[in-house]
């Protein structure tokens, strides 16, 4: 088993910046990938962005390019998502996940969830 913990989420005004932090612990492995997900209220959960353990090869949802990066693991165990330039649309629960594999973007291929953290961007 490996247990997330999401934290660093709030409240900020648009064009402000966030850092989302998610510490794992239990089986971690250098085979897991990790990444950030968001749902929105009334929408379907989506894909951020995504690291693998070593943190050499990202991948981001195209509405992120530019503005986020996903960053950490390895040793730490702990991955974090700076979000800069954040826009309303940008509100959402975000949830951490991990999985053991190569980072891919369908969440349901993800094994592990932490609890989430709200980010709402006010305009």
């Known amino acids: 088993q490996v247990q997330l913990v999401e934290s660093g989420g709030g409240l900020v005004q648009a064009g402000g910046s966030l850092r989302l932090s998610c510490a794992a612990s239990?089986?971690?492995?250098?085979?897991?990938?990790m990444a950030w997900f968001r749902q929105a209220p009334g929408k379907e959960r989506d894909f951020v962005a995504g690291?693998?353990?070593?943190?050499?090869?990202?991948y981001y949802a195209d509405s992120v390019k530019g503005r986020f990066t996903i960053s950490g693991l390895n040793a730490k165990n702990t991955v974090y998502l700076q979000m800069n330039s954040l826009k309303p649309e940008d509100t959402a629960v975000y949830y951490c996940?991990?999985?053991?594999?190569?980072?891919?973007?369908?969440?349901?291929?993800?094994?592990?969830w932490g609890q989430g953290t709200q980010v709402t961007v006010s305009s």
């Open positions: 996940a991990a999985r053991i594999g190569e980072i891919v973007n369908k969440g349901f291929l993800y094994d592990y």
């Open positions: 239990g089986r971690t492995s250098s085979s897991n990938a």
């Open positions: 690291i693998n353990w070593s943190g050499v090869s990202t």
